[in-house]
């Protein structure tokens, strides 16, 4: 305070005829003690007043609020000769509060019997809020959002991600303490289906991330929040269980709250109005009920802003091929999911963990919303790999002060594959080809698919708008143009003025070029149409119709896509909103190249390359997820094993040896 004083000509700590220096430094701290103590006592309150205000402008509140509370200590200070001009007093405020937490986190660091001698009150303060719990060990679920099994291995061996090395026993020295396991996505590879399938158990009827439902007239997202709520209790129905974090767990950043009782920046409640039910926003206003975590959190916001502008000019002086457009509010939203999201989810599960809850799963989202617009395997992506193992370094060291012994898993819920979009490499998107196969008008500058990160829904919750996206028709009129969606490199053709699941021989009959025109486009891979004669045929280029029944024997256009894609078609085959007409864009298994139908130079969605095998990183002390030389497949076999691995954890604390009959019951 006094240094600023003597910088700042606004902000002074004596009168006009001026003070001793004895009175200048009473005045000083008295003042800090003043402002230190307004903010203990006065900002928790004026934070919970502020429950309604949208939880991004709260972290802009929260530097003029603190530049209040300086106005309101220097006031009360007895000398009354101190004051400062509003602007100055934020300015002041800010730094303080800056100077408090690096001040605090320094000593931390130096001392590490204060360090832990904090944490154990900050422990023991939340455990006496809450019922005792079970004594066993607690799991922490931590996703790391679109990252492949590759690209973690690939981040181990350049000495990325130091943290999961060392888990896994690389380096000299390292005992081994996790397992890294592969595990097979669905056809629909990305966070709506896989997450929901993970936390309730299923993901039937989840075709895409995007998708038209003939009976209801809706075009439904997975980050829309009404879609989110009507999917989490179609899945809460077809199982009957209400999730995995249903025995007193937390949820976390997560698009679905897997039945958690403690529930924090999760999509599908955060349609609820009342506060005391509109818990989706409230990790942020109990990370921002600390001014320094705003202060901090801020000037991270800002730099990464700055970095994500620099890295998009020199690709753009590079003329670097692959790449799409990165200008806009993108800065500010990938900004938003590597720093604000990812400060915000991590301090929850540090408090989690204080807390002693049996289970908490939480999503961080940093690395998919880079990699679609920098690419997976680029260095912007790799960066963000740095800054999640550190995340993990934290919730480790956390863990050794919680109140109950921690095991923490880590997983990701689908890959990311590289390649350009389907508009860069032919000139016009699906929607344009499909309309030019109906023999429709196709216009001369076609509207773009915008991207489908889930850090874009995450930012509108936060600012209280609605999850639409341009363009889309939230409930189309019955019309016979086709309605055309995209799902990263898997695209969906509906036809709204047909009540049913329409027939290769009805699409025929209607717009008899469409199906050929598609099968036989370079950038397409397979159809997947209804049959009236075969019941499902996957389609191809020349010509080539394979019946679903005769896959096993004979998978055609398939067979590029690797083992599993047969199963995974036939699959959705079943859900009742299947697409009229399932589109999968071609893939280059030499390079795991695939051609997203949105705007993504990193793509997931569909079949193809690293997209479809994300991994499951666990404790050795859990039973194995898998028996030998079976695979882990499908996000519903993921929700059985976590959950196996949660009745372990307060049963027998060594790892289950069964019969591999029993272990499947």
């Not at 000299?172 to 936390?199: F, Y």
């Not at 109140?403 to 594959?417: I, T």
């Not at 929700?639 to 954890?649: C, I, M, N, Q, T």
Request: glycine residues 10%; charged residues 25%.
């Amino acid at each position: 305070m006094l240094v600023l004083a003597g910088i700042l000509p606004d902000f002074q700590l004596q009168s006009a005829d001026g003070d001793s220096a004895t009175r200048i430094a009473i005045t000083a701290a008295l003042g800090a003690g003043a402002f230190g103590l307004l903010s203990a006592l006065v900002w928790p309150l004026l934070v919970r007043l502020l429950l309604l205000v949208p939880a991004l402008v709260l972290g802009l509140l929260v530097f003029f609020l603190n530049g209040s509370l300086l106005i309101v200590a220097l006031r009360i200070v007895p000398s009354g000769d101190s004051e400062a001009a509003p602007e100055t007093a934020v300015i002041v405020a800010a730094v303080m509060s800056a100077v408090a937490s690096a001040t605090g986190a320094a000593l931390a660091v130096r001392d590490d019997d204060a360090y832990r001698r904090r944490l154990y009150r900050l422990a023991d303060r939340r455990r006496r809020a809450l019922p005792p719990g079970p004594a066993g060990p607690g799991t922490v679920f931590v996703q790391l959002d679109g990252v492949g099994h590759d690209v973690l291995l690939t981040a181990v061996g350049k000495g990325l991600m130091p943290t999961v090395a060392r888990w896994l026993g690389e380096g000299t020295g390292n005992r081994r303490t996790h397992r890294l396991t592969p595990w097979r996505t669905d056809w629909s590879s990305q966070t709506g289906a896989s997450q929901l399938g993970i936390l309730h158990g299923s993901n039937h009827d989840v075709p895409a991330f995007r998708w038209y439902e003939k009976a209801g007239r809706e075009v439904m997202v997975c980050n829309r929040p009404t879609s989110a709520a009507e999917l989490q209790r179609r899945a809460i129905d077809r199982t009957g269980d209400g999730g995995l974090l249903a025995d007193g767990g937390a949820s976390r950043g997560n698009l679905f709250s897997g039945g958690a009782d403690e529930q924090a920046l999760v999509l599908s409640i955060a349609t609820k109005r009342r506060p005391r039910e509109n818990r989706s926003r409230a990790g942020y206003f109990a990370y921002f009920s600390d001014p320094a975590n705003a202060v901090r959190t801020a000037l991270s916001f800002v730099a990464e802003v700055g970095r994500e502008i620099g890295q998009s000019t020199r690709a753009r002086a590079r003329k670097a091929r692959p790449r799409v457009s990165r200008g806009g509010l993108y800065p500010f939203v990938r900004a938003f999911a590597t720093v604000v999201e990812r400060d915000v989810v991590v301090a929850a599960v540090l408090g989690d963990m204080f807390a002693g809850r049996s289970a908490v799963y939480a999503d961080l989202v940093a690395y998919d919303e880079v990699a679609h617009h920098s690419g997976p395997c680029g260095r912007d992506a790799e960066k963000v790999l740095e800054r999640l193992d550190r995340a993990l370094a934290l919730i480790e060291k956390a863990a050794e002060h919680a109140p109950r012994a921690y095991r923490l898993v880590v997983l990701s819920d689908h890959g990311q594959s590289p390649g350009e979009t389907f508009r860069a490499r032919y000139g016009l998107g699906l929607a344009d080809l499909v309309r030019a196969g109906c023999g429709l008008p196709v216009p001369r500058r076609a509207r773009r698919t915008h991207s489908g990160a889930e850090a874009r829904a995450a930012v509108r919750a936060a600012l209280r708008r609605p999850v639409e996206e341009g363009g889309e028709q939230h409930r189309p009129s019955r019309r016979s143009e086709p309605i055309v969606l995209a799902s990263g490199n898997l695209g969906l053709v509906s036809f709204p003025d047909v009540p049913h699941r329409m027939t290769k021989e009805e699409i025929d009959a209607r717009h008899p070029a469409l199906l050929t025109t598609l099968a036989n486009h370079p950038g397409i891979g397979f159809l997947l149409v209804r049959s009236g004669r075969h019941g499902g045929v996957v389609l191809g280029a020349h010509g080539a119709e394979i019946p679903l029944d005769r896959l096993d024997d004979d998978p055609g256009p398939l067979e590029v896509f690797g083992p599993g894609a047969a199963d995974a078609v036939r699959r959705t085959h079943s859900f009742p909103n299947t697409a009229d007409i399932m589109v999968n864009s071609s893939y280059e298994p030499d390079d795991g190249e695939v051609l997203a139908f949105e705007e993504q130079i990193g793509s997931h969605g569909g079949l193809g390359g690293a997209q479809g095998r994300p991994f499951l990183l666990s404790p050795i002390v859990f039973s194995t997820p898998v028996d030998d030389g079976e695979d882990l497949v499908g996000a519903e076999q993921v929700h059985h094993v976590l959950r196996r691995w949660l009745s372990e954890s307060t049963g027998p604390q060594v790892p289950l040896e069964t019969e591999p009959e029993e272990r499947a019951a």
